[in-house]
């Protein structure tokens, strides 16, 4: 019985421990987050401007080619 009792004493009289997260950790997680927000509005920026101004020349182009294709081509 006294080595119960004992072993209740010891913890009853151990402090708890902390659950705190590592400095480190956070600051990854902190970077990844930034990382992830930036990488996303350079994405749909890119996005954008493809859509809207490299697409419409591109199909031009194109639309160049074929005529002078046509053109060409004794048909």
């Avoid at 930034?34 to 401007?49: E, F, P």
């Amino acid at each position: 019985m006294s080595t119960v009792e004992g072993e209740d004493a010891l913890l009853a009289t151990a402090r708890p421990l902390k659950a705190r997260r590592r400095p480190l950790s956070a600051i990854l997680l902190a970077l990844a987050t930034k990382y992830v927000i930036i990488a996303t509005i350079v994405g749909l920026s890119l996005a954008a401007t493809m859509h809207y101004v490299v697409t419409p020349q591109v199909v031009a182009q194109f639309e160049a080619i074929e005529a002078a294709l046509k053109r060409l081509s004794p048909r």
